[in-house]
């Protein structure tokens, strides 16, 4: 594996299922994989999980890791080609990865979307650039539109919680939620696109899916993410029965309203309706709560659901680290040539 951005990246979803409890058992079982290779992190952004559980993952595989924080001491770097470089920023990204790639064997790279201009985010183009650029393996740990080690890791939390009643296809909600301020889509894009690979029997999760989204008007996700899911506006009709409930807030998609691309639609408080709490609960399968953190409480999802015996925000956060490992072990057997 060169590259991880989608869910097709990984392979058969079962073998990384499999491998990901194979991890579990034993996290320090490939440890002699990555002895002598370095992993670059690059975070253009603020992390607590995606940082801790990379570098944890690297160090499982016997790597050195380096981790560069672009806005806390390095050059402000310049990422669009043609740009007369007269302000503030003084290296360019085109000089600045093939110098990353010298002093690494494989890179991660965190960089949020700018939420300006949909055709930019959505091309990936800091993504793609450093795989052009830096001559070495590239994973996303959250990119302009994709956070697949996270939803990869949300798919392990989800096949390894077992159901009051099982033998039954299980049903899995994702729920906008309100929040003051525009955040990306790539929580909410690649949940989707893993959920539905996995809803598949025969390639996904013992018993398979149902997959359900519910938003308000306007949060329209792309298609290229959620072709095939349900979309279901009534909020309260979309958590019946549910046994998972993932809860995130996006910024508008541009997809039904290409001019609000990235915007906060309307005024938060008129949506406040739309936090989870135990009256949507309620009507589930006893449902068990997710979501990514970092969460604002009381906005997202309320205290009692957040602290429930059901809620599931630990384990997600914990299986980030074996996300991460199946993924880098990925890489460095294919630089291993094995
Ligand atoms: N869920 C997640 O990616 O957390 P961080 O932003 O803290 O890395």
Request: contains cysteine; charged residues 25%.
């Amino acid at each position: 594996m060169k590259t991880f951005l989608n869910a097709q990246d990984i392979g058969d979803l079962r073998q990384a299922l499999a491998e990901a409890q194979e991890i579990k058992r034993d996290k320090l079982k490939h440890v002699s994989l990555g002895r002598g290779m370095t992993a670059l992190l690059v975070f253009f952004n603020n992390s607590l999980r995606t940082r801790l559980s990379t570098q944890k993952a690297a160090q499982n595989l016997g790597m050195n890791v380096i981790v560069l924080d672009v806005n806390a001491g390095a050059w402000k770097l310049e990422t669009e080609r043609g740009v007369v470089m007269d302000g503030d920023k003084s290296e360019h990204l085109l000089e600045a990865i093939p110098v990353m790639g010298c002093y690494c064997d494989l890179i991660g790279i965190r960089s949020f979307a700018g939420l300006r201009d949909r055709d930019y985010d959505y091309a990936e183009t800091v993504y793609w650039q450093f795989v052009r650029h830096s001559s070495r393996p590239v994973f996303a740990m959250e990119t302009a539109t994709v956070h697949p080690l996270q939803a990869f890791a949300d798919l392990i939390t989800i096949d390894e919680t077992p159901l009051a009643s099982p033998g039954r296809r299980k049903k899995v909600v994702m729920s906008w939620a309100p929040h003051p301020r525009s955040l990306p889509q790539a929580v909410p894009n690649s949940f989707a696109q893993w959920m539905l690979a996995a809803s598949d029997e025969q390639a996904g999760i013992e018993g398979g899916l149902d997959f359900v989204i519910t938003q308000p008007h306007g949060y329209e996700l792309d298609p290229q993410f959620v072709r095939g899911a349900r979309i279901e506006y009534d909020q309260m009709k979309a958590f019946e029965g549910a046994d998972f409930v993932y809860a995130k807030n996006w910024s508008c998609p541009g997809v039904t309203c290409p001019e609000d691309y990235g915007k906060v639609l309307g005024d938060y408080h008129d949506y406040l309706s739309w936090t989870v709490s135990e009256r949507q609960m309620a009507v589930t399968n006893n449902a068990h709560f997710m979501h990514c953190l970092p969460v604002r409480r009381n906005m997202i999802v309320t205290d009692d659901v957040i602290e429930a015996p059901t809620s599931l925000v630990i384990p997600e956060a914990a299986n980030r680290e074996i996300s991460a490992t199946v993924v880098i072990k990925r890489m460095l057997e294919a630089l291993r040539g094995r």
